[in-house]
């Protein structure tokens, strides 16, 4: 079985590398009614790339755009 291609997505000025395919665990971190954006970033972008991101200081509008873009490059949402 071959491993899926990593994915790149651009936010200002930094160029994220996400992994071929939305980790499992990602599924703890989506409720219903709500989601636990710093644990699902951590998790599809790993730590490092995670704190990047909120080094951009972007606004709750730019966050959550960014959230539906990243979670949209697997073909899926956040349920919103």
Do not use: C, H, R
């Amino acid at each position: 079985m071959t491993t899926p291609a990593k994915k790149k997505l651009k936010v200002k000025d930094l160029t994220l590398t996400l992994p071929g395919k939305l980790p499992f665990v990602t599924v703890k971190y989506v409720k219903e009614d709500s989601v636990d954006v710093p644990n699902l970033l951590e998790s599809i972008l790993g730590e490092e790339q995670a704190n990047k991101v909120w080094a951009l200081g972007l606004d709750v509008d730019e966050g959550a755009a960014l959230v539906d873009e990243i979670v949209g490059k697997y073909g899926t949402d956040t349920g919103k």
